[in-house]
């Protein structure tokens, strides 16, 4: 039933007089636009909203984010019943954790049609909602029409019963997520209920363990999801340029400036989420400055004596123990308070062992399909798989798989073959100096040199990791990759 005795007192005033809106709700379970043509081009753009199928589920709510009521098919398809949300405020059930967000919340604020992927926390389902505004005369939002369908896999099959948390989730923006052990399970969930807020994020975990990606589940997942996803790796930006690069600058800033100055990445994220990766690596002197723009969400581009406001949200990751590095004076203490309220902690592919053969599987499929090659990973080859300790995490079983695609010969990947594959990159490359060769000291001493750059580079994600792992500081490392490599 979608509207009860007494829940008249949760609809507008100017509904309460039994007006043709309100009636072909009350007895029909339809939402009709019965008004003149002239509004109905105002507010719907000629298209009038209807069930039309079973298999669609509606959820009403007023203009103050009241819930009006459901039709059947939305308690099919989400295992809530209407009489338990019937006059309950959308702030409510989120908070409830009926929902992990809500679609009327994003339309009563944005003043616009919102589609996303709704996780019914309460049953486990998970939908694709749609909230629709309905305008009155001066263009306020009276009435949010929710429509709500089921999700289909790749077939186009219908998704029937509860979605299981286990289930691989196609994420616009993201693509593919794994969650398959309880570990990451927990860690996708916390994401998605981080994202609703503007709370600072600081995501933690070892190198390749995907860290971005659940700093792409947040901003996908967030009210900011149109807006820019500007991604900072500040291992990757030498130190004395990290300010300027963040923060921009004013023409004639600096010798060897742009003529014209420079934005910068914070101005980039405007409006939307600036993730800063590898957060250890920012300078002390620059910690400050980021401190600020976290406080005040203001920021002083170089050579300008006057603030510039932004709006933008802030998720940070490390790979780094930064409690440490806080207690040896190589990170601000307040910096690491402002940045750790809310701590997602990713695992190391070892220690959730659950997701190494849905993961293979997933990106075993991504590139026979990219390459257009049919091969198949035989179950011998998966126990391999689950055999390893996997030192590079997601990131090194990704690149496993697309080598095995590409390189393989025959349809059948099997265990040797995989088995070959990890131990060629565990080998340590052959020192290039032979005592049989009568070579310059310097020149042996160079190529030796060059090969264990190059191993480090191939191992490590970042120049910044391979200088730590060499013992010799990143703008020594980036001046020999320039000698060597260039």
């Given amino acids: 039933m979608l509207f009860e005795e007494g829940l008249s007192r949760y609809l507008p005033e100017y509904w309460k007089d039994g007006s043709d809106h309100l009636l072909a709700l009350h007895k029909t379970n339809l939402l009709e636009n019965t008004l003149g043509s002239k509004q109905r081009t105002r507010n719907y753009q000629g298209r009038s909203l209807r069930v039309a199928d079973t298999e669609t589920g509606f959820y009403y709510t007023n203009g103050q984010a009241y819930t009006l009521g459901v039709n059947s098919a939305y308690e099919c398809l989400t295992g809530l019943h209407g009489d338990e949300l019937l006059g309950r405020n959308m702030n409510e059930l989120v908070d409830n954790r009926y929902f992990d967000r809500s679609v009327s919340l994003m339309v009563l604020e944005q003043g616009r049609t919102v589609t996303i992927l709704q996780h019914v926390l309460k049953t486990g389902q998970k939908v694709m909602v749609t909230g629709n505004p309905v305008f009155d005369e001066e263009g306020k939002i009276l009435l949010?029409?929710?429509?709500?369908?089921?999700?289909?896999?790749?077939?186009?099959?219908?998704?029937?019963?509860?979605?299981?948390?286990?289930?691989?989730?196609?994420?616009?923006?993201?693509?593919?997520?794994?969650?398959?052990?309880?570990?990451?399970?927990?860690?996708?969930?916390?994401?998605?209920?981080?994202?609703?807020?503007?709370?600072?994020?600081?995501?933690?975990?070892?190198?390749?363990?995907?860290?971005?990606?659940?700093?792409?589940?947040?901003?996908?997942?967030s009210p900011r999801k149109h807006k820019p996803f500007v991604v900072v790796n500040a291992a990757a930006i030498p130190g004395e340029l990290f300010e300027a690069e963040l923060f921009g600058y004013r023409p004639g800033a600096f010798t060897g400036a742009r003529r014209e100055g420079y934005p910068g990445l914070v101005k980039a994220a405007e409006g939307g989420t600036l993730f800063l990766d590898e957060i250890s690596e920012v300078p002390l002197s620059a910690q400050v400055k980021l401190l600020r723009l976290i406080q005040n969400k203001e920021f002083y581009p170089l050579g300008s004596g006057q603030p510039e406001r932004i709006d933008v949200r802030i998720v940070a990751a490390s790979n780094q123990d930064l409690v440490k590095l806080v207690r040896e004076g190589r990170f601000r203490q307040d910096l690491y308070y402002r940045l750790n309220v809310i701590p997602i902690y990713v695992p190391s592919l070892a220690n959730r062992r659950e997701d190494i053969i849905p993961l293979a599987s997933h990106f075993f499929k991504l590139y026979t399909d990219r390459y257009n090659i049919k091969k198949i990973l035989?179950?011998?080859?998966?126990?391999?798989?689950?055999?390893?300790?996997?030192?590079?995490?997601?990131?090194?079983?990704?690149?496993?798989?697309?080598?095995?695609?590409?390189?393989?010969?025959?349809?059948?990947?099997?265990?040797?073959?995989?088995?070959?594959?990890?131990?060629?990159?565990?080998?340590?490359?052959?020192?290039?100096?032979?005592?049989?060769?009568?070579?310059?000291?310097?020149?042996?001493?160079?190529?030796?040199?060059?090969?264990?750059?190059?191993?480090?580079?191939?191992?490590?994600?970042?120049?910044?990791?391979?200088?730590?792992?060499?013992?010799?500081?990143?703008?020594?490392?980036?001046?020999?990759?320039?000698?060597?490599?260039?």
């Fill in 144 to 221: 949010v029409v929710t429509t709500v369908k089921p999700l289909r896999n790749n077939k186009g099959k219908k998704v029937t019963g509860p979605t299981p948390a286990n289930h691989l989730v196609e994420l616009e923006g993201i693509g593919t997520v794994v969650a398959e052990s309880e570990a990451m399970k927990q860690v996708v969930n916390r994401a998605i209920r981080a994202a609703y807020s503007d709370a600072t994020v600081l995501i933690q975990g070892e190198s390749g363990v995907g860290k971005e990606v659940v700093a792409r589940i947040i901003h996908e997942y």
């Fill in 378 to 486: 035989t179950p011998e080859a998966c126990r391999e798989l689950l055999g390893y300790r996997w030192p590079g995490n997601v990131r090194e079983l990704q690149n496993l798989m697309e080598r095995l695609v590409v390189l393989s010969s025959g349809v059948t990947i099997t265990a040797r073959m995989v088995a070959t594959e990890l131990e060629a990159q565990l080998e340590q490359p052959a020192a290039c100096f032979s005592p049989g060769n009568p070579e310059n000291l310097e020149k042996a001493v160079e190529e030796f040199e060059k090969d264990l750059i190059r191993h480090a580079l191939q191992i490590y994600s970042s120049q910044e990791e391979a200088s730590r792992a060499l013992g010799i500081h990143r703008s020594t490392l980036a001046r020999k990759i320039k000698k060597y490599f260039s």
